[in-house]
């Protein structure tokens, strides 16, 4: 299927309109800032000679009688210049370029009221009628009179545009020997690009701009192919957890659906009704406690615990939960034990004491009668290993001075086979599956203790105990 371009240009094309829009932008861009810059210029020199016209009228007539004023202002000064003459109550006395007695009282012109005041100045009037501005300059006399002078010259946008033919040649010009440029520039440019082959990114020779882009590319391919491993044996455990769940959810449904369906028949003499409403009690607990496990485990593999990591006490946690279990202990004739004075980390407190929960429980369930459960938790200072020394090696994850909290769950059970220490932590796994209805649980702890101990950074080993039975190590950060 052959590729969609609905919106982004080819490279070759970007290049040439970018080339030939930054050209053109330039060209345009030079041109207004420098007429502008030779407008105001000029504009600048015009108003200050304009300024000093005004001043040598001014010069010239106050050396003269007042009541010369008009005909010298007739007589002597003409030209492009206008010259007006003001009284200082804004009659118009004199005006170069129209009759006084049609010509409203000037008094409130901005010029006229500077110069009474300050005794001179130079103002512009934009005319949009015309286009044009109007520049004026006035100075006060020595009777208190005002003469004015005002010149009529293009405004800014008239200059520029008497000045967009020269541009618009230049511009052509311009697009001409940019078209040819980008051209040749374009096809030197992709030459190298065109001839990339991605099957094999890190063998091309190309920009060296474009080395990080190989290299992730090659990146990417390696990554692709590992998560497609990865998504496969995905695939295979989810289908396989899938049908345990499915496995273990039917045997207590089937039970509780065969009693229940007893029960609302009236098939159960009334002395077997407690019998019955408990074992339905008992296979609801355990479904209740494989829902549980299975929703505990989705959190911890979408690593969407919402606990804030907060510092826990794991000695205070196992002491609470050895509380817990004390009634389940008391019924299987097993003895726990919780050793330790300092045992400090930081974590969440509900997935700590699910973890020492999980552990003990089957340190019980998993004995015998007169046997013992011992949790011993302390703090162990951690060797310094050199980096790239295997598993052990610091990552930066823990400093080695802060040392590591180790806490050790002991039994006097059957023990795991040394086989098995490796599979205890599957999913639904059982050592021992012919007992896996006496005994109870769902098959989900220790895979919900592994899931713990990684959250909390850690690491589990399964030792055998002195007496024949496990150890379970588990070694995690210290606060």
Sequence with gaps: MALKHLKVKSLADKIFTSVLAFTLGIIVALAAVMTTIYYVSYEHDAEAELAASAQDAARYLNATPSADNEPILEAQFSGLTRYTLIAPDGTVLYDSAADTTGMD??????????????????????????????????????????????????????????????????????VVLVFVLSRVLTSRIMKPIDALDFANPLDNEIYEEMDPLLTRIDEQQRQLKQQNAELAQAENLRRDFSSNVSHEMKTPLQVISGYAELMKNDMVQPADRQKFAALIYDEAQAMRSLITDVLTLSRLD??????EATPVDLVATAHRVAGRLESFAAGQGVSVQVEGACALIR???????????????????????????????????????????????????????????????????????ADMRDKVFERFFRVDKSRSKETGGTGLGLAIVKHAVIYHGGTIEVEESPTGGTVFVLRLPAA
Aim: no cysteine; hydrophobic share 45%; charged share 20%.
């Design 302 to 307: 979408e690593a969407a615990f919402g606990d």
């Design 347 to 417: 974590g969440s407190e509900t997935l700590a004491e699910e973890m020492l929960y999980n552990l003990i429980e089957n340190g019980i369930r998993y004995n015998h009668p007169g046997g013992e459960v011992v949790v011993s938790l302390g703090m162990e200072p951690v060797g310094v290993v050199a980096a790239g020394e295997g598993a052990a090696a610091w990552v930066g994850a823990r400093r080695p001075e802060a040392g590591e909290v180790v806490v050790r769950v002991s039994d006097t059970g059957s023990g795991i086979p």
């Design 105 to 174: 009282n000037h008094a409130d012109r901005p010029e006229v009221q500077q110069a009474a005041a300050s005794g001179e100045a130079v103002t512009m009037r934009y005319s949009e009628t015309l286009g044009t501005d109007t520049v004026y300059a006035a100075v006060k006399l020595d009777d208190g009179s005002i003469v004015r002078l005002s010149e009529t010259r293009h405004s800014l946008l008239s200059f520029l545009g008497n000045m967009l033919v020269p541009v618009l040649v230049a511009l052509v010009v311009a």
